[in-house]
């Protein structure tokens, strides 16, 4: 039987339309990942994550750890590599989401909105809290997280430690309903360390 091979320049185009989609705040690949620093990086786990299988089973992914240590850029790295093998990816900082939802809810269109990001493959959350939610977040939120359930991937980053995530979302019922579709099929990255971003500066000086 003869298998044809789609155009490349098809493919180049397709690929495009999902990094534009994306929004990735950075230009990061997982070739460039630097596992040299000291920074309690897993190098075994990250290499399982890059095969994106966990997003083929919609399993999470948490990463949390200081202010510098590489998170939004690990996870802009992952965005890219799930780009690559297919899937469709957003990337949000947790507070400007929150804004686009507010405002969709005063347009009347906040059901279309969370529509919108139920149909993508992974949903990339970065800088999550440390500020409470109000209670229109955190509904929100758990609207969201039900949605993805079992049916798509999300990928959080944020400086509190997940024990903490009770305070910030600010209230015990839905903390409870939030964190169980998170955290009970989720990979977690833990970094630790001095910002690299502060390593790098101290570089330059001579």
């Not at 949390?64 to 690990?74: A, H, Q, R, Y």
């Not at 009347?108 to 409470?132: F, K, S, T, Y």
């Not at 209670?135 to 359930?149: G, S």
């Not at 910030?168 to 998170?182: F, H, M, S, W, Y």
Request: glycine share 6%.
């Amino acid at each position: 039987m003869r298998v044809e091979l789609e155009d490349p320049y098809i493919l180049i185009c397709r690929l495009t339309r999902r990094l534009t989609s994306a929004k990735l705040r950075q230009a990061a690949t997982i070739e460039n990942v630097d596992y040299r620093t000291a920074r309690g990086l897993d190098r075994s786990l990250f290499q399982t994550l890059v095969t994106c299988q966990w997003i083929r089973d919609a399993n999470h992914l948490v990463i949390v750890g200081p202010t510098g240590t590489g998170k939004s850029w690990l996870a802009c790295a992952l965005g890219n590599k799930a780009c690559r093998d297919g899937f469709s990816v957003l990337y949000k900082r947790t507070s400007r989401l929150f804004a686009d939802l507010a405002q969709a809810r005063g347009e009347g269109r906040l059901a279309r909105l969370i529509a919108a990001l139920e149909r993508v493959n992974l949903l990339i959350l970065d800088d999550w809290g440390p500020e409470p939610l109000t209670a229109d977040q955190r509904r929100d939120l758990l609207e969201i997280v039900d949605d993805r359930y079992d049916k798509g991937s999300l990928l959080i980053t944020s400086q509190v430690p997940v024990p903490q995530w009770h305070d910030v979302i600010a209230d015990p019922t839905l903390g409870d309903a939030i964190l169980d579709r998170i955290i009970h099929n989720a990979h977690r990255i833990e970094l630790k360390g001095d910002s690299l971003r502060r390593q790098a500066g101290e570089k330059k000086k001579p």
